[in-house]
């Protein structure tokens, strides 16, 4: 009875340890594999990021930007050689056409991922470095695909970063820093470099977003003062360096007599005057299938006990929206609540 | 390149590269030029006669979603919904027991006449047929009020209104505006309700509506709660507004439920399903005149037939098992005995008792049966003709078994938080694909059900009260 029992408690704590999908060993070489996976991708990326600042990386570069101990370092770059992604020489680390090709994979899989965390999660923007990180590693080939599809194959990352074609070649960025922007001059923001994430937070308490049109009113030493339709700002000169701007062309530029929906009086009316550009994926699809297009008359019909959401009389239907949909509608106004039409 | 070198999947392959290259601003030139177009044709064969309808509408939905009136307006139509039900109920199930228990006395007594063994007497007509009486009698008349008058406010178009005043509080919560739709859905089954978050298109968002959706009572539980209500509440008031006491406190547990699903919504978006606030959108229809024989089918044949149906398929099997525990001598004690006093230590730290807990596992299958259970195991094999009316019920519980005011609190309170019956559990499974999901959307009601249940025990028997 007792040899039973043991047998059976023997055969229980084998299949725990050696069962071939579940069991403890095949838990640990899949948890092994991919750490490696992701080390020598995270090692890719540096090595992509550093040649684009025309640098070569080292190996005391790869293990400062990694936190890995120089031993493993050096494991992760005899992997990247034999797999032939990398050359080392002289100067540091260079990757190979196919090394090249590799890491722009890892950085199209970020950058989609990042996409879709925003667009179809709403996720804010401070957040999705971070989910991505994690997420380039796992999505396969396909799923990259399936993503890039799904999301309608978007140019730009949430931050404006190029996303890498599935070819591995990327377009440049046409941006200048902000420093570098003449006074007096409107200027769109096409990038935002989320790293390091201390800058990143103060550019995004200054309410920026990519596609917005900014204003150099002031130009210091230290810090510049700009001027947005949320305001005006002072930005020290070092957060400036990660925010790079271009020229606002006509497709760019938005009527300037116009409010956001979300602050139209009960009662009001207007014409849609277009979507906010930060406004992308999911949320603009619902927001355009609703009938918001340019042009539309729109009214505001109700109000309810805690103020939000707020019903709106678009194209003959009652469509309530929350706050943060109703910010993302420009607005002409056309009518105040006491029914006085609006100047010209 | 040549005409002739063009095959189809050259234009495809062509229009794939352009696609890659085009940003996605043409998105809004396609939708905007769509409508464009749909206007023309509307504006040349559409004619519009006034706006009388909309103005209707309009001043209606002031009322319904103003910001003073909105949510007592909301009240009212759920305690007038309630009320109806418990008003209208008492009579009709009452002559419903007396007549199932009159054909149960009448078999049983033919039976043995034809000299039929006595387990096969007891096992069919004390057992089976018993629990389908009680089943049939507890929830066939607050059903067949229920549904067709909560049937009435959606096809009037109102539970779009409701969404739209709760809204705040669910995105408050982390949780879809949506979410209170498929709440609406969970009064009438929970399993439905589960069914009806695909309404909502955010992942993260429709897992919360599916974890919560158990805390709206559904059907099946509110005979529970109508009952307790009728019992304890309304018999503490005079009788002119007994029955308004009684919906008004069944009225309270379903708002103690809204402030779980919103409370247990807000703690899951901060841990497990942490996320943002997904995009909303809501489009409240014009307000419609309510077919009749819409409403009837849907309430009647749909819900009601379909929920009592299910109710009796698991009731028949539970009513066997009762009896068979009750029957069944192990050593001098009834089976029935046995796994009553193994549950009562558990049962008296949380304010119920053995019974309680006994009927509530037997009713796993489906919560309809929890009353019926309780009473088969409560009355043994007394005659159920003499106890019919919620008085007699009262006399039983009260006089002799030991009920309280906290046994009853308690055993609304489990009966709102407990975990979700089997089917529900496997709607779950359906709708999440997730072993992971299942198992925390039926742990975490009954872990809570345990928790909150111990606590107004433990308060109430601390303080000197």
Request: a positive charge; one cysteine or more.
């Given at each position: 009875m007792s040899a039973l029992g043991l047998g059976m408690a023997a055969a229980l704590l084998a299949a725990l340890v050696a069962a071939?999908?579940?069991?403890?060993?095949?838990?640990?070489?899949?948890h092994r594999a991919y750490r490696a996976k992701s080390r020598s991708e995270d090692a890719l990326k540096h090595i992509l990021a550093w040649q684009h600042r025309s640098k070569l990386a080292t190996l005391?570069?790869?293990?400062?930007?990694?936190?890995?101990?120089?031993?493993?370092?050096?494991?992760?770059?005899?992997?990247?050689?034999?797999?032939?992604?990398?050359?080392?020489?002289?100067?540091?680390?260079?990757?190979?056409?196919?090394?090249?090709?590799?890491?722009?994979?890892?950085?199209?899989?970020?950058?989609l991922w990042e996409r879709h965390l925003s667009d179809d999660a709403n996720m804010p923007m401070g957040k999705l470095h971070q989910a991505a990180e994690r997420a380039e590693h796992s999505l396969s080939r396909e799923e990259v695909a399936r993503l890039d599809a799904h999301l309608g194959h978007p140019q730009h990352d949430p931050h404006g970063d190029p996303i890498p074609r599935p070819d591995g070649t990327i377009s440049a960025l046409e941006a200048v820093?902000?420093?570098?922007?003449?006074?007096?001059?409107?200027?769109?923001?096409?990038?935002?470099?989320?790293e390091p994430q201390a800058v990143f937070r103060r550019i995004l308490l200054a309410n920026l977003?990519?596609?917005?049109?900014?204003?150099?009113?002031?130009?210091?030493?230290?810090?510049?003062?700009?001027?947005?339709?949320?305001?005006?700002?002072?930005?020290?000169?070092?957060?400036?360096?990660?925010?790079?701007?271009?020229?606002?062309?006509?497709?760019d530029a938005l009527p300037s007599e116009r409010t956001r929906l979300a602050d139209l009086a009960q009662g009001a009316s207007g014409e849609v005057a277009g979507l906010s550009p930060d406004c992308q994926g999911l949320s603009r699809r619902r927001l355009l299938d609703l009938g918001l297009t340019p042009g539309t008359q729109v009214e505001v019909a109700l109000d309810n006990t805690f103020g939000d959401p707020r019903a709106?009389?678009?194209?003959?239907?009652?469509?309530?929206?929350?706050?943060?949909?109703?910010?993302?509608?420009?607005i002409r106004p056309i009518r105040s609540p006491d029914g006085a039409e609006a100047a010209p | 390149m040549t005409s002739a070198s063009v095959t189809p999947q050259a234009v495809l392959d062509r229009s794939d590269e352009l696609r890659r290259g085009l940003d996605g601003s043409f998105r809004d030139y396609m939708v905007a030029s769509l409508y464009e177009r749909a206007g023309e044709l509307a504006g040349r064969s559409v004619r519009e006669h006034g706006s009388g309808k909309w103005d209707f509408d309009q001043r209606i939905d002031r009322i319904l979603t103003s910001r003073w009136l909105g949510l007592p307006v909301m009240l009212l139509l759920l305690g007038a919904v309630f009320w109806v039900t418990i008003l209208g109920a008492n009579i009709p199930s009452q002559m419903l027991a007396n007549a199932f228990f009159a054909v149960e006395a009448a078999a049983a007594s033919w039976f043995e006449s034809v000299g039929a063994p006595w387990w096969l007497t007891g096992l069919v007509w004390h057992g089976i047929f018993r629990g389908l009486?009680?089943?049939?009698?507890?929830?066939?008349?607050?059903?067949?009020?229920?549904?067709?008058?909560?049937?009435?406010?959606?096809?009037?178009?109102?539970?779009?209104?409701v969404a739209f005043n709760l809204d705040w509080l669910f995105r408050k919560a982390g949780a879809h505006g949506k979410q209170a739709l498929t709440m609406a859905m969970g009064f009438g089954c929970n399993a439905a309700g589960v069914t009806s978050t695909r309404i909502i298109d955010s992942p993260r968002e429709r897992l919360l509506a599916i974890l919560t959706n158990n805390f709206v009572p559904c059907n099946g539980r509110f005979p529970t709660l109508i009952m307790l209500a009728v019992i304890f509440v309304a018999a503490a008031f005079p009788p002119a507004v007994a029955a308004l006491a009684a919906a008004a406190s069944v009225v309270a547990v379903v708002l103690l439920g809204v402030c779980f699903t919103l409370g247990v919504s807000w703690a899951l978006s901060r841990s497990l399903l942490s996320g943002e606030a997904s995009a909303f959108t809501l489009e409240m229809p014009p307000y419609r005149r309510p077919s009749v024989l819409r409403i009837l089918y849907t309430s009647l044949i749909d819900r009601t037939i379909f929920v009592l149906?299910?109710?009796?398929?698991?009731?028949?099997?539970?009513g066997a098992l009762i009896w068979i525990l009750a029957n069944t001598q192990a050593g001098g004690v009834t089976l029935a005995e046995r796994s009553i006093a193994l549950l009562e230590p558990l049962g008296t730290a949380i304010g119920l008792d053995g019974v309680i807990l006994l009927a509530y596992v037997i009713a796993i299958p489906a919560n309809e049966i929890v009353v019926p259970t309780m009473l088969?195991?409560?009355?043994?094999?007394?005659?159920?003709?003499?106890?019919?009316?919620?008085?007699?019920?009262?006399?039983?519980?009260?006089?002799?078994?030991?009920?309280?005011?906290?046994?009853?609190?308690?055993?609304?309170?489990?009966?709102?938080?407990?975990?979700?019956?089997?089917?529900?559990?496997?709607?779950?499974?359906?709708?999440?694909?997730?072993?992971?999901?299942?198992a925390l959307g039926a742990l975490m009601p009954l872990g809570l059900a345990f928790l909150v249940c111990l606590a107004t025990a433990q308060a109430v028997r601390l303080l000197p009260l």
């Open positions: 071939p999908k579940f069991g403890l060993v095949a838990r640990w070489k899949r005391e570069s790869l293990a400062g930007t990694t936190g890995l101990r120089p031993a493993a370092v050096l494991r992760v770059v005899a992997g990247l050689q034999t797999a032939g992604w990398v050359e080392s020489g002289a100067g540091g680390i260079a990757l190979t056409a196919s090394g090249e090709r590799r890491a722009l994979q890892v950085v199209r899989a970020h950058r820093s902000l420093n570098e922007w003449p006074v007096g001059r409107p200027a769109l923001i096409a990038h935002l470099e989320d977003r990519p596609m917005q049109v900014v204003n150099v009113a002031e130009s210091e030493p230290n810090h510049l003062v700009i001027e947005t339709d949320g305001g005006r700002h002072r930005i020290e000169r070092s957060v400036a360096a990660n925010i790079h701007v271009r020229e606002v062309r006509p497709q709106f009389r678009v194209r003959g239907t009652t469509v309530a929206l929350r706050r943060q949909q109703a910010e993302q509608v420009l | 009486a009680w089943v049939v009698s507890v929830m066939l008349p607050p059903m067949a009020i229920f549904f067709p008058v909560f049937t009435i406010l959606e096809d009037l178009g109102y539970l779009p209104r149906g299910r109710a009796m398929l698991t009731a028949a099997p539970a088969m195991c409560y009355l043994g094999g007394a005659m159920m003709m003499d106890i019919t009316t919620y008085e007699q019920i009262r006399e039983v519980l009260v006089g002799q078994h030991g009920w309280t005011l906290l046994t009853a609190v308690n055993l609304m309170l489990f009966s709102l938080l407990h975990n979700p019956c089997a089917t529900t559990i496997l709607t779950i499974w359906k709708e999440t694909r997730s072993a992971r999901w299942t």
